[in-house]
């Protein structure tokens, strides 16, 4: 019988709840997944610790390496253009060449926001979420 595996999801769902303090046999019931397997994916995660530690770290200059070179290739590609050929695109072509040069550049600056604490929240989301859960205590006061 072959070596059973499982997704990257489900393994994080289980060193979650093991690290969340469950007991391994009850982590077993919970996902159907072997203590033998649930031990290995424990010892996985403490074996990346140095990684993911490295990345915390730096993620936000990693994240900033990949603008600059983002913006780097858009310029090599607009350098193989010449103003000719520009002009020549029909404004469908220019716009989804800049769509599609912006797309990446737009998810990279969003991530750097958010990994450097700079992102705005969504107020009417958090605001529902208080309005949901004092709704739902002032329920179970009654």
Known sequence: MGKRTISEDKKIVVKSLVDSGMPYR????VTGVSL?????IVKEFEANKGLVEWYQRNKLELLQKAQVENLALQQAIRDTLTEEEIRKLTPD????????????HGIKFDKERLQADLSSENVSIVVQHIR????AEAEEDE
């Open 93 to 104: 072509q220019k716009a989804r060449w800049f769509a599609a040069l912006g797309v990446d």
């Open 36 to 40: 033998g397997l649930i031990t290995r």
């Open 26 to 29: 009850k982590v077993n019931e």
């Open 132 to 135: 949901a859960l004092k709704k």
